[in-house]
């Protein structure tokens, strides 16, 4: 009783940290490449048995480190600076086209697949940032606005391919089915409906079963950097619900968006199903 909300960027009184709680004050180089170890040995493993991985996990490895500090020093200069909302709301956007080249480059066949990328990326995360400060969830800062957008897109993003994924199957695999539809003197939307029902389904399943575990399994990332940090073990489970609800409408909006997009799309204004090549084997998507 009377203990305070937590408010992200909210610094905890470590004198007030349980004692089970072990904080991380900070992180040496030795500390972080000692962490390498799997990977090195996720390496070696696979050249033993030949599975010609060793190039990707060292430039994924490589890749994320580059892009991990480059963020650090580029968060650390937006916060900073005097305009620092301006420039968060900069990156937001960064991360929206990012979001939809990205898209269209894994779903190359989706026809205007980066612009349906962007619309449902948008829409959701601006419903989600309209509830989170507009209701005073969490205060209104920088940091806070490209963090709550950034765990929104990013864990927006795979369901929202294999959607754009699933309905160019369709459109291909299930032409025959569709053209059968339109025969029987069905709208676009109903079209969309009975067609893209069952690919929405498919599409969000990964994120409802991450859900349904969520805690089971593993501890979610958003608790887990609070419960390093100190935080109170309730506070930190609080935030990270509000984060998974956010996550799971998010992804679950911006799938049926792309979806319906998706499926519109296929069709020309004098209601013709357009043709769908799918890409060869080996190629992005």
């Given at each position: 009783?009377?203990?305070r909300?937590l408010?992200v960027?909210?610094?905890?009184p470590?004198?007030?940290?349980?004692?089970?709680?072990?904080?991380i004050e900070s992180?040496?180089?030795v500390?972080?490449?000692?962490s390498l170890v799997?990977?090195?040995?996720?390496?070696?493993?696979?050249?033993?048995?030949g599975?010609?991985?060793?190039?990707?996990?060292l430039i994924?490895s490589?890749?994320?480190?580059?892009?991990?500090?480059?963020?650090?020093?580029i968060?650390?200069?937006?916060v900073?600076?005097d305009?620092?909302l301006i420039?968060a709301?900069?990156w937001?956007?960064?991360m929206?086209?990012?979001?939809?080249?990205?898209?269209r480059?894994r779903?190359?066949d989706?026809p205007g697949?980066?612009?349906?990328?962007a619309v449902?990326?948008?829409?959701?995360?601006?419903?989600?940032?309209?509830i989170v400060?507009?209701?005073?969830?969490?205060?209104?800062r920088?940091?806070?606005?490209?963090v709550?957008?950034?765990?929104?897109?990013g864990?927006?993003l795979?369901?929202?391919?294999?959607?754009a994924?699933?309905?160019?199957?369709?459109?291909?695999?299930?032409?025959?089915?569709?053209?059968a539809?339109?025969?029987?003197g069905?709208?676009?939307?109903?079209i969309v409906r009975?067609?893209?029902?069952?690919i929405?389904r498919?599409?969000?399943v990964?994120?409802?079963e991450r859900?349904?575990?969520v805690?089971?399994i593993?501890?979610?990332?958003a608790m887990t950097?609070l419960?390093?940090?100190?935080?109170?073990p309730?506070?930190?489970?609080l935030v990270?619900?509000?984060?998974?609800?956010l996550?799971l409408g998010?992804?679950?909006?911006s799938?049926?968006t792309t979806?319906v997009?998706g499926i519109r799309?296929?069709?020309t204004?004098s209601?013709t199903l357009?043709?769908?090549?799918?890409?060869p084997?080996?190629?992005p998507?």
């Open positions: 009783m009377g203990r909300a408010k960027g909210d610094v905890c470590l004198p007030h940290v349980p004692s089970v709680i072990g904080v992180v040496s180089l500390q972080v490449l000692a799997l990977v090195v040995m996720a390496v070696a493993a696979g050249a033993v048995m599975l010609g991985l060793t190039r990707q996990l994924a490589l890749r994320a480190a580059i892009q991990l500090l480059a963020v650090g020093l968060l650390g200069t937006i900073s600076a305009s620092a420039l709301w900069l937001v956007g960064a929206v086209v990012i979001t939809a080249a990205v898209a480059r779903a190359p989706l697949a980066s612009q349906v990328a449902a990326v948008a829409a959701t995360v601006s419903i989600c940032l309209l400060f507009g209701l005073g969830i969490i205060d209104y920088p940091i806070n606005l490209i709550i957008a950034g765990i929104t897109i864990n927006t795979p369901s929202l391919v294999l959607g994924k699933q309905v160019t199957a369709a459109a291909t695999d299930q032409r025959g089915q569709i053209e539809l339109m025969a029987c069905m709208s676009i939307a109903q009975n067609a893209g029902a069952p929405a498919t599409a969000m990964p994120q409802i859900t349904n575990v805690g089971l593993a501890l979610p990332g950097g419960l390093l940090g100190g935080v109170d309730v506070d930190a489970v990270q619900l509000m984060v998974m609800y996550v998010a992804v679950s909006l799938v049926i979806v997009m799309g296929l069709f204004p209601f357009i043709s769908v090549q799918p890409s084997p080996g190629e998507g």
